[in-house]
């Protein structure tokens, strides 16, 4: 069975690519990956965090639909085990319809935003720019797009459909979290140019299991998403209490320590512990277990693995 494409595929999963599979994932753990496309009967493309592999499937998904996948094995090969939506529990099929819905209006606006950011005299870039001076360009890089979204808008109905089609998906998603008593989840499709699936809870995720009133309390609001250099990414921000302030959570054990240290480096000179007031820069942490499948998946799926259907190599 082959493990990754030949020279004329469009994806070629490389060497390279397969070893960063090993490094970013561990057995037994439960991941995520958007499928891309098909390369021949029962096999297809599927990305994991931007590392692009061939998989064989039983199951036959749409461009752009979000599967899952149990880690069985990585050595000698990596042996995956697909999860049907019949092995997950019953918010799989919502969190499929907000996946693809996002996919939708990620690809209406792929060649949309760079003529109206130009109109606009916006640069594009990622949302954390390593180089940026920490006392300019804030107002700039948050408050610019915005005006841009606005324009792109009235001028495209295409994207106003695809936004409208998003909001409804979401709608079934923010009443499990609320009769969870999570909060409620804002998608936040302006940042698209930047990062990719950014959105914002309010109320806060859960603390860790077995977490005792006297420790840390849990954020009460988490910014997701998957940034272009940083990869999956997360902000949780604490507003209330002795330990108010907000820490910035990402994949550790998959970046250079020479770029985290840059970055907290530049955190820390851009957002300077005040001395009352506003809100601490309080560090940079990794991101909580279940971290490659999301910020809602790690909320509204059953941690305990479904049954597999199927064992396929990539």
Known sequence: MR??????????ATPERVERFRADNRVDERISGTFLGWDGPGI?????????LLARMA????????????????F????????????????????????????RLDASLASLWSSVMSDNNLEQGPIVNLELDPTQGWVHCLAGPLAAWRKLLDQHTEARQNLQRLYTALEPINAELAARGIGRFFALPWLSHRVRGAGLLLGGAPGRAGQTTSGPPGPQAVFTCTH??????EMHFVLSGSHLGWTLHLDLEALPSQTIASVSDWLQRAFPRPLSGALSFLGVKP????????????LLLASTPGRPRLHIKV
Not at 287 to 298: E, N, V
Request: glycine share 12%; net charge positive.
């Open 59 to 74: 199951s036959r998904p749409e461009v752009g639909s979000r599967l899952h996948f149990l880690v069985k094995q990585l």
């Open 76 to 103: 000698p090969d990596i042996i995956l085990q697909e999860l049907s939506s019949s092995d997950l529990p019953g918010t799989f099929p919502l969190l499929q319809r907000l996946w693809t819905e996002q996919s």
């Open 3 to 12: 493990r990754w494409g030949g020279p004329t595929s469009p994806f070629h």
């Open 228 to 233: 272009p250099l940083l990869g999956q990414m």
């Open 44 to 52: 297809g493309w599927v990305d994991f965090q931007g590392t692009k």
């Open 287 to 298: 991101l909580p277990a279940g971290r490659h499948s999301g910020l809602l998946s790690r």
